[in-house]
């Protein structure tokens, strides 16, 4: 199925990854003498976590959780289902979370407590955007790439029902005139 809505570019490619080398600067120099496990939120985090973790220049190893609170709706429902765990252990390991978006901020929370319970050292959010409009939880984001107020966003990873993803730049997704 192929959706044709309309979209107006928010974020363009150029300054995305401006943001990116920022992001993974800052990390680089906060976790120098760290043991970092950097952990990508499933699926809309991959493509800006590959650009991030390309950016930071000390070792690190990567993994994957999938989560979800949406199914192929623009609302949460609200209860998280954890869908893939990670297979690295992170008991006494420095944790960083890397999210494409944090809107009510359900999800970090869960997330943050669910890396508590596997009792890693710290843990850290690293969102490329910082969507507050929906926000019921108040979270944490260590490094923010943008902050967006409001929209429904796709591309660079964040899609709408699957579609979407493979986009270079961040859009608003417009509803049909």
């Given amino acids: ?14 300054t995305i990854h401006q943001r990116v080398v920022q992001l993974g600067q800052a990390i680089s120099r906060d976790y120098a003498d760290g043991n970092l496990v950097v952990i990508g939120v499933l699926k ?5 976590m590959a650009d991030l973790i390309r950016a930071i220049d000390i ?12 199914g192929n709706t623009t609302v949460s429902s609200g209860e998280i289902v954890l869908k893939n765990a990670p297979s690295l252990a992170v008991r006494d390991q420095d944790v960083l979370l890397v999210e ?6 359900l999800t970090v929370q869960w997330l943050r407590d669910y890396f508590s319970s596997q009792e890693a050292r710290s843990i850290k959010v690293c969102a490329l955007i ?7 939880q108040s979270v944490q984001i260590d490094y923010c790439g943008f902050a967006i107020p409001k ?3 796709v591309g660079y990873g964040l899609d709408f029902n ?3 993803r493979h986009l270079p730049a961040i859009y ?3 509803p049909p005139l």
């Fill in 130 to 136: 910082d969507k507050a409009e929906r926000r019921t």
């Fill in 1 to 14: 199925m192929h959706t044709s809505l309309t979209r107006e570019v928010i974020v363009d490619a150029q």
């Fill in 100 to 105: 494409d978006i944090v809107d009510s901020g």
């Fill in 44 to 48: 809309g985090s991959f493509i800006f």
């Fill in 162 to 164: 699957e579609e979407y």
């Fill in 59 to 70: 070792p690190i190893r990567v993994d994957f959780i999938g989560v979800s609170s949406y």
């Fill in 151 to 153: 929209g429904f966003l």
């Fill in 172 to 174: 608003h997704l417009l």
